[in-house]
């Protein structure tokens, strides 16, 4: 029988710009950044480092000089493992499947106790070598690069199929850009705090038609260190935890904007993955008190809040205009700022999500504290929403 898989502890660094260009005679050194997180999460989970089985981290960039960042991290930590130390990559989901690893290794009874943890540095490096990084990794090298196709560009699209579908329109996506500020303002660990307003959103430079400065993400550092560990163990600590209570996965077969024609607004993987982890959880999307979505632009997250069941199809911008995803609305979303403004280190974006979710599921959360909360989404993506990953998660106090 599976153990159950809780999440323990968190130390997230600020998401900003600590990344130094190359010569600088001061840096900020990526291993021991994370190292610090390291500790701080062991801390905050009260747990015994000589539990600690399993060490998954994130990929970090292409940026990064230390290759083999994972084992280099076990001896610089002094953390002999038992179970398995591994880097994972997966583009925008890279961080969710480090953490299916480690729960996956909790759950088969090969560690008490496993970190899921990473760190994405990306600022400094130069925006045209960036971009080549970005198009080969996210796109077919033979189709979509020569083209200079990017990720936004088909963002981009969605909101102006969008917009000529259900009659929305780049007021009422922007309404999510100004909500989002609104939650990061109430967030120390986010990379834009100052609110910002719907005038000063549509009058910014475009960036792809309909979309501009506001409503794209940031580029962004940034470190996750998360500790999980088996249900036994997180009753012992005497602490509040989180349970994962469920998780759903779906991918389409698709390599982001696929040749066989479909519906590229649905995401229908993030339907399918909801509706397994909805299914296993044995709850339904009118349960869930918040939702922490992996969203890079606005029209992501109305789109994926359609997905998920929290909206109607067509209607995911009108509830977000209505204040219904706002912190004390009917089903706040993104409350840590999202990824326009908390930041998007890509490949650790989806730990920031679970960071989010524990403090708002342990009372942690402040001055945007979600009242009450005890069941919350996450999700991530990769492409444009080509897979999804799903978890439902539960506060137990």
């Known amino acids: 029988m599976s153990k159950v898989v809780t999440i323990l502890g968190s130390a997230a660094l600020k998401v900003g710009k600590w990344q130094r260009p190359a010569g600088e005679p001061i840096q900020e050194l990526e291993h021991e950044v994370l190292a610090r997180l390291v500790v701080n ?25 230390q290759k083999y960042f994972g084992t280099f991290m076990a001896n610089y930590l002094r953390l002999p493992c038992t179970g398995t130390v591994a880097e994972l990559m997966g583009n925008g989901m890279t961080a969710a499947l480090a953490f ?8 088969l009874g090969r560690s008490k106790v496993a970190l899921a943890l990473g760190i994405n540095f990306e600022t400094a490096v ?6 080549m ?15 200079g196709f990017t990720p936004i560009s088909w963002y981009a699209m969605d909101a102006a199929r969008y917009i000529h579908d259900y009659g929305s329109s ?11 500020r609104f939650h990061a303002s109430l967030n120390p660990i986010a990379q834009f705090r100052k609110p910002i307003t719907l005038d000063e959103v549509l009058t910014q430079s475009p960036i792809v038609e309909p979309l501009g400065l506001f409503e794209v993400p940031p580029r962004s550092d940034g470190a996750v260190c998360l500790v999980l560990a088996e249900e036994d163990i ?16 779906f991918h389409e077969g698709a390599h982001q904007i696929n040749e066989v024609p479909n519906n590229m607004i649905a995401l229908a993987a993030a339907e399918r993955a909801g509706q397994t982890a909805f299914s296993e959880a044995g709850v339904a999307p009118s349960d869930i008190d918040f939702a922490e979505v992996y969203a ?22 009108r509830m977000a205009q209505e204040g219904e995803t706002t912190l004390g609305g009917r089903i706040p979303i993104c409350t840590s700022g999202g990824l326009q403004s908390r930041g998007h280190p890509a490949y650790v974006t989806p730990f920031y999500s679970f960071v989010e ?27 444009n929403y080509n897979a999804a990953m799903v978890h439902v998660l539960e506060a137990v106090r």
Do not use: W
């Open 41 to 65: 999460a062991i801390e905050d989970a009260g747990v015994d480092r000589q539990d600690i089985g399993s060490l998954i981290f994130s990929l970090p960039r292409p940026y990064t000089v």
């Open 100 to 107: 299916e690893t480690a729960a996956n290794d909790i759950r």
């Open 126 to 131: 130069t925006a045209a070598e960036h971009m």
């Open 133 to 147: 990084s970005s198009m080969r990794t996210t796109g077919d090298v033979d189709f979509h690069t020569p083209f």
């Open 170 to 180: 780049r007021e009422q996506l922007a309404t999510v850009a100004v909500k989002n």
């Open 234 to 249: 997180a009753r012992s600590t005497n602490r509040p935890y989180v349970r994962v209570r469920s998780r759903g996965f």
């Open 296 to 317: 890079p632009c606005t029209i992501i997250e109305v789109l994926v809040s359609e997905a998920l069941g929290f909206a109607p199809r067509g209607q995911g911008a």
């Open 357 to 383: 979710a524990m403090d708002q599921l342990r009372n942690r959360a402040g001055q945007r504290q979600v009242a009450n909360a005890e069941l919350a989404v996450t999700s991530a993506e990769l492409g």
